[in-house]
């Protein structure tokens, strides 16, 4: 009986590999043409009427467009101070700090507390503004263009 139990089994699986190994070809794979039509991707928002260089990218969440406070000190010049707690971030530019809380519409500029349009939140420890309110505060201008999704920050360099 010891013997009689695996010689089945090893018969089974070479019956079965067998049948494997006579099987109908599988059938041949239909050919498809794919139209790709390349996709140049631009960035939605320009500073001085250049592309923005973004480590991420701004996105509009409703009516209002954002981007990181890091980005966008990048391009409008400024310095940036975390800490030293996760509460607050400020930054200095041209004289004027301000002072961010994530997660809320209030800011403080020069000890004054004002409101930004929509409150800023945290993504991956990166805090995201919105680009419009944020760039008033800093005397940049903002114009938005529908048409082509884009903002268009300007200030003097």
């Not at 070479?14 to 140049?40: D, M, R, S, T």
Request: aromatic share 14%.
């Amino acid at each position: 009986m010891r013997l009689v139990l695996p010689f089945v089994l090893t018969l089974a699986l070479l019956a079965a590999f067998a049948a494997a190994c006579h099987a109908a070809p599988p059938a041949p794979v239909q050919p498809f043409g794919k139209a790709y039509i390349p996709y140049q991707f631009h960035e939605m928002l320009y500073f001085n009427n250049r592309e923005a260089d973004l480590e991420r990218h701004a996105f509009v969440r409703g009516k209002w467009m954002y981007c990181t406070l890091t980005d966008l000190c990048r391009h409008i010049g400024g310095n940036i101070v975390w800490g030293p707690r996760d509460s607050f971030v400020e930054v200095e530019r041209k004289g004027k700090k301000v002072r961010f809380i994530p997660g809320s519409e209030a800011v403080v500029v020069d000890g004054n507390k004002v409101y930004l349009s929509r409150p800023t939140f945290r993504i991956d420890r990166l805090l995201y503004v919105p680009v419009r309110s944020t760039c008033d505060l800093f005397g940049c201008k903002t114009d938005w263009n529908a048409a082509e999704l884009r903002a268009y920050v300007s200030f003097a360099e």
